[in-house]
């Protein structure tokens, strides 16, 4: 089956921006949000990449009006049934995925394939409440979508190879770069940069230095463009949490402990970047202070 319409579920910092990469492709693109709030924000913003683009000449007006109109928005979950794609961009929570599968088991054709874009959620639970667990596959953009390269291809214990060759074209047609994973926690991208930043942490913790000789280990000595605390500041140090809980929960295996220093962290509101004071202090345009 061809692709032509695309349909993506989840208007946040991700979703707006595959929607974005798809329409430029040419897709037709359905963007689905539970909130109109979420869907005015993701055009406004998608509107405002485009613009930036033309101003720096790598893109016609007339090419930037053509891609705003690729793409149409909707509260209606129902709107995506003539989608021949769907990727998930919801909230990183399993239940609130879960639910939505279910959903688009019943809305979407039995042959449509039904990707997650996913960091950590397991692709078997997912797969498990649909009736084409061979359709069911990761498509897990990088943080921004509109200029990372790489799409990590998670697939599933049962995912088909055709699924799977589909998903990696439709990547490659995107003008990404696919990687393969299997379905482990936090796959290939995540359970890496998760691990490093948790080893930061803990010699943070064990006073093996500084913050700032941490991180400038990792920039100078590494070529890191960030380092692993102001990164995991920049991320929120919540979700890092999460992240690690869910490979410590689903390798059972001791050398994913998370830090007891970034638990305290968390419990005292301290998130990083977005509440003004994670590891670093921010300001209120999130410039850092200290
Ligand atoms: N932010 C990142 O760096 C990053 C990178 C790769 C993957 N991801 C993954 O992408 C997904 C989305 O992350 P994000 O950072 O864009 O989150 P976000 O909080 O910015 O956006 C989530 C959006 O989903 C909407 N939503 C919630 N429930 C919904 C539902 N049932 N139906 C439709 N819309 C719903 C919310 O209103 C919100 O607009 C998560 O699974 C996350 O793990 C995030």
Do not use: W
Request: net charge neutral.
């Amino acid at each position: 089956m061809e692709i032509k319409t695309f349909a993506v579920i989840g208007a946040g910092q991700m979703g707006t921006g595959i929607a974005q990469v798809a329409a430029s492709k040419g897709y037709t693109v359905v963007l689905n949000s539970t909130k109109d709030v979420s869907l005015e924000k993701a055009m406004h913003n998608i509107v405002l990449g485009l613009e930036k683009s033309v101003e720096k000449g790598k893109l016609s007006p007339e090419e930037k009006d053509k891609i705003v109109k690729k793409i149409m928005v909707t509260t209606r979950l129902g709107d995506i049934a003539p989608a021949d794609f769907v990727v998930e961009s919801v909230v990183e929570d399993e239940r609130v995925k879960i639910n939505l599968f279910r959903q688009l088991e019943e809305i979407c054709r039995p042959e449509v394939i039904l990707a997650t874009n996913t960091s950590s959620v397991s692709l078997a639970k997912l797969a498990k409440v649909t009736n084409r667990s061979d359709k069911v596959i990761g498509m897990h953009f990088m943080y921004p979508p509109v200029q990372m390269k790489l799409v990590e291809i998670i697939r599933g214990l049962v995912t088909s190879d055709e699924t799977f060759h589909i998903v990696k074209q439709l990547a490659i047609n995107l003008g990404k770069t696919p990687i393969e994973s299997k379905d482990l926690p936090c796959f290939i991208t995540s359970r890496v940069i998760q691990t490093m930043i948790n080893e930061a942490i803990y010699c943070l913790y064990e006073g093996v230095s500084v913050k700032e000789d941490i991180d400038t280990a990792l920039k100078l000595g590494m070529n890191h463009p960030m380092g692993p605390l102001e990164l995991a500041d920049f991320i929120g140090l919540d979700v890092v949490l999460s992240m690690q809980q869910s490979m410590y929960e689903g390798f059972k295996d001791a050398k994913y402990r998370p830090c007891p220093l970034l638990t305290k962290y968390v419990e005292s509101g301290f998130l990083g970047r977005k509440t003004g004071r994670g590891f670093y202090q921010y300001d209120e345009k999130g410039e850092k202070i200290y």
